[in-house]
């Protein structure tokens, strides 16, 4: 199995909610799913619905923003250390500190992931990658 071949990290846990266990370009899907809660199945409908509103398709890079938004997630900026230089998962979970709720990230130059308690959860280790924006649910 794949996961037997990613090892678990202080900041990595192999999880794939694909339901044919694929990894297929799907990180959006599998990032807002275990976000929000839903099934990957679930998201896809809602996320296709919305898109169909918006004139948008799924793999549109403006979709699931406005979807997270609709969820009750907040965008947030890009985090920098004091000297203004971009961070990787790795260090900014190290300077942030606790992660408890969900944090669904843009990461390296294309992905999106999956962050909750202090861990990324995906179908790779991009804790070594930058981040960028992310969203975060408000309370």
């Known amino acids: 199995m794949r996961e037997s071949r990613l090892k678990e990290t202080e900041f990595y ?47 549109d890079k403006e979709l699931y923003p406005l979807y997270l938004k609709e969820k009750g997630f907040i965008e947030c900026s890009e985090p920098r250390d004091i000297n203004n230089r971009k961070l990787t998962v790795k260090e900014w979970l190290i300077q942030r500190g606790s992660t408890d709720g969900p944090i669904v990230a843009n990461v390296g130059s294309h992905h999106v992931t999956l962050i909750k308690n202090n861990k990324v959860r995906d179908v790779w280790n991009s804790s070594t990658q930058t981040i960028h924006k992310y969203w975060i649910k408000s309370r």
């Open 13 to 59: 846990e192999y999880t794939n909610i694909n339901p044919r266990n694929r990894i297929c370009g799907d990180c959006v899907i599998r990032a807002v799913a275990l976000a929000t809660g839903q099934s990957w199945e679930q998201t896809i409908r809602d996320m296709t619905e919305l898109g169909i509103k918006k004139g948008l398709v799924l793999n």
